[in-house]
């Protein structure tokens, strides 16, 4: 599928897994895993995917190149009902599977062979395995490697200007849809088939497996998912695995749950496809509540100032980047969560979106409105305040502060408002160039622009207000006895 096009409404941000020391520095623990896709077929046919690959990258790969093939191939047409749709896209999975163990088949039947030749006593040590048990021994963690892992897909599918969504796992799937006045309406589609959700636990205990030991492990073989791609252990070597033995029949599946469709006639917006990663970054840091509001509303913030759209969604992953170890380097209550995050993929469709254009100047001397809080916390300090700044960002000149506004807000407390998923947040309307803070304070947009300065490989980049005095200020004021600083501010 070289020669299908990409799409050019779609763009990709990734940041790979990222384990803290100590000193807040971070290192890669593995090489990225995760893939993603974006093709444009025939007949106003698109294709997007974003896949979580684990213990290796091997399957995430595959399927993104087998699903291509098995949709993109003249498959579908304008033609087909949402049932037709529904019963291409399941067969498309099951062919993925399917055919991803034909790749692994010999290494699976050598590797069963083999381990017929190793003596069963799991206490001797590797020392003590006569040569010939040695070759076999390295030849069968050779074979392992060749064939384990797995992955979950989240695909959207736009067919006659209509969006359908195929899920296999924990990755995540939202539609935001502005409307006139600038607000959002932000919509999950479908929930995550994870070890906490009742419908995959009910399914599961239909096989005979105890899904309150399920719940309360939180993790089948490592992972958190009840559906995946892959993973031959999970699927032919289920009854060696303590949690799944009393399984009567294959109990991790690979079947995708669709929704839709949903029309796209009219509808503004934008749909995000976001790899587990991605979320688990977010919620760790701020907590499950408002994670799918605050990606919109950095999404919304990016595309009113980024010129394309690779940028905006690279911009958001980096924002969530340097949430999770900001959080992380805190050692407020949640950075405990943030010790390390997995690799993170955004991809980002956007929804008869005007293009984007080069930061089109504002009168104020180029650039938009852009609201930043600077969430401090002083540990003997029972008030728990953000300061919100208003910052004008311009397109190249020097930053200007705009109005200072203090807010009080409970720490950890993300914006106001209803926590339904359709809740709604005011974005910037790019059609009039003028934007609108999101609701309430700004809290959602604790992040720089992207205009900032550029991180360096510590992954932090150099102050542009200078707090030295508000520190003072503040300790003074507060008079608890700490160092000038207060106990704010960077120690």
Request: charged share 20%; with cysteine; hydrophobic share 30%.
């Amino acid at each position: 599928h070289n020669d299908l096009p990409p799409c050019e409404m779609c763009g990709v941000g990734t940041a790979p897994n990222c384990v803290y020391g100590p000193d807040g520095k971070g290192t890669q623990s593995h090489p990225n895993e995760d893939g993603h896709l974006r093709f444009r077929g025939e007949e106003g046919c698109f294709l997007y995917g974003v896949f979580n690959g684990y213990d290796g990258s091997r399957v995430a790969s595959f399927a993104s190149q087998c699903l291509t093939a098995e949709l993109l191939l003249g498959q579908l047409n304008s033609s087909h009902t949402d049932n037709d749709v529904r019963r291409i896209l399941t067969q498309a999975f099951d062919v993925v599977e399917k055919s991803y163990f034909e790749t692994i088949d010999d290494a699976l039947a050598e590797k069963a062979h083999l381990s017929n030749y190793l003596p069963h006593n799991e206490n001797m040590s590797f020392h003590q395995l006569s040569s010939q048990s040695q070759k076999v021994q390295e030849r069968l963690s050779q074979l392992e490697q060749e064939v384990s892992g797995g992955a979950t897909a989240v695909v959207a599918l736009i067919l006659n200007n209509r969006v359908y969504i195929a899920n296999v796992g924990t990755n995540r799937a939202l539609l935001c849809k502005s409307s006139s006045d600038g607000q959002n309406q932000v919509l999950q589609i479908g929930r995550p088939h994870s070890t906490d959700n009742e419908e995959e636990l009910q399914r599961l205990a239909a096989l005979g497996v105890d899904s309150s030991r399920v719940r309360q492990a939180g993790q089948i073989a490592g992972q958190s998912s009840t559906r995946r791609l892959g993973d031959y252990r999970v699927k032919f070597n289920y009854t060696d695995i303590d949690l799944l033995s009393g399984a009567k029949s294959r109990p991790i599946i690979a079947e995708p749950e669709i929704q839709g469709s949903y029309s796209l006639d009219g509808v503004t917006g934008f749909l995000l496809l976001m790899s587990e990663g991605l979320i688990s970054a977010l919620e760790s840091a701020h907590g499950p509540e408002q994670a799918n509001q605050e990606v919109v509303a950095m999404v919304a913030a990016e595309l009113a100032q980024q010129t394309s759209l690779e940028a905006v969604a690279q911009s958001v992953v980096e924002r969530i980047k340097r949430l999770h170890h900001d959080v992380y380097v805190s050692g407020r209550q949640r950075s405990t969560y943030c010790s390390r995050h997995e690799d993170m993929t955004l991809l980002i469709r956007t929804l008869n979106y005007p293009p984007l254009d080069d930061g089109a100047l504002t009168p104020t001397q180029g650039g938009r409105i852009y609201p930043v809080s600077v969430p401090y916390s002083n540990s003997q300090s029972t008030s728990k305040t953000s300061v919100t700044l208003s910052l004008v960002m311009p397109s190249q000149s020097t930053l200007t502060n705009g109005t200072n506004t203090a807010s009080t807000l409970e720490e950890g407390t993300p914006t106001p408002g209803s926590q339904s998923p359709t809740a709604t947040l005011q974005s910037t309307n790019t059609q009039t160039q003028s934007s609108s803070s999101s609701s309430g304070d700004g809290s959602l947009f604790r992040q720089r622009g992207s205009q900032a300065a550029q991180p360096d490989e510590t992954g932090r980049v150099p102050p542009y207000v200078d707090f030295s005095q508000f520190y003072r200020l503040w300790g003074s004021d507060h008079g608890d006895g700490q160092s000038t600083h207060g106990g704010l501010g960077p120690q």
